[in-house]
């Protein structure tokens, strides 16, 4: 997790040394009073603080081990500002062998399951019983990137590629239903496409048939994903605590939004709207409402 405090502009404290420096400046320095939280999967009570650097913070989490102590156990770059959320059903919340918590959900909008990293636990609803949707502002921070040149298309491909998303979105819904021929027909249409794919590999680079991308990195460790998408929108953001610029890059993955934050010094390429990114992600979030 330290490694991704460079996404968030912090590129000099990604050592084990200069985080614990950190973790000491920050507990001598407190903007505010700690809040006591509960481990999703395990009920016990831990104290958590978060410090704001205006669009990015920093989450620590640990125990009281004596009065005015804290046992750190968890540090996370966060990002404290999110422009809008997107309404999440059938959700909850559990820890990872590592404990960090993490959001597993389904995304109605665009009929795909989401699992991030909740930032802040503080956030979460504490009222019962629990409501059957929430509202979650997310992010994706990355710390190995590169710009990809973008994938050139007619307008007979456009139609074609409408055309199949909103088939696989229909399937997709009649799964979960619980439809059983819609497994079929999309496992169908999964080994159509690998077919094509697999066909023009042999005159064309991956890379160009391929336009976006969010594919999990390990199966086994929720929050991690291969993403490739076109660029919409560019942002330099400052963080102020290191005086380093950060990137805010707006995707358009197939379809779907997703915002990525990297540092410069971990970009490969030029970033121009209209171009791909491609890179290894952490997804972060925080519950809105």
């Known amino acids: 997790m330290i490694r991704y405090l460079s996404a ?10 200069a985080a614990s420096r950190l973790v000491q400046h920050f ?37 009281i081990s004596a009065p005015g102590q804290v046992e750190v156990h968890e540090l996370m770059p966060a990002i404290l500002d999110f422009a809008e959320g997107q309404r999440l059903e059938d959700w909850e919340v559990v ?6 918590p993490v959001l597993f959900a389904v995304d109605p909008t665009y009929d795909s399951t989401i699992d991030l990293i909740i930032q802040r636990l503080q956030r979460l609803p504490s009222a019962m019983p629990r409501p059957e949707s929430i509202v979650v502002g ?9 710009i990809l040149l973008a994938v050139t298309h007619t307008a007979e491909d456009e139609a074609a590629w ?26 169908e249409e999964e080994d159509a496409l690998q077919e094509d794919v ?45 005086e ?19 540092n410069p010094k971990d970009l490969a390429g030029e970033p121009a709207v209209g171009r791909r990114f491609l890179g290894p992600c952490l997804m972060v979030g925080d519950i809105l409402s």
């Open 95 to 100: 820890s990872t062998d590592r404990r960090t």
């Open 198 to 242: 697999l066909d023009r590999l042999d005159q064309e680079d991956v890379y160009t048939i391929l336009e976006g991308l969010m594919d999990p990195i390990d199966e086994a460790t929720p929050a991690y994903y291969h993403v490739l998408g076109t660029i919409r929108r560019i942002r330099k953001i400052l963080n102020p605590f290191s």
């Open 162 to 187: 409408k055309e199949e998303d909103a088939l696989r979105r229909s399937l997709a819904r009649r799964l979960r239903r619980g439809d059983r021929s819609a497994e079929r027909e999309l496992r």
């Open 244 to 262: 380093e610029w950060v990137y805010q890059l707006s995707l358009d993955v197939m379809g779907s939004p997703c915002i990525v934050y990297i």
């Open 8 to 17: 968030i502009g912090m590129s000099r404290c990604i050592t084990v040394k």
């Open 27 to 63: 507990l001598q320095h407190p903007q505010n009073e700690p809040a006591l939280v509960r481990d999703p999967s395990s009920g016990d009570h831990l104290v958590e603080l978060v410090w704001s650097m205006d669009h990015f913070g920093l989450v620590l989490r640990g125990r």
């Open 138 to 146: 997310s992010a994706a921070l990355s710390v190995s990137g590169k």
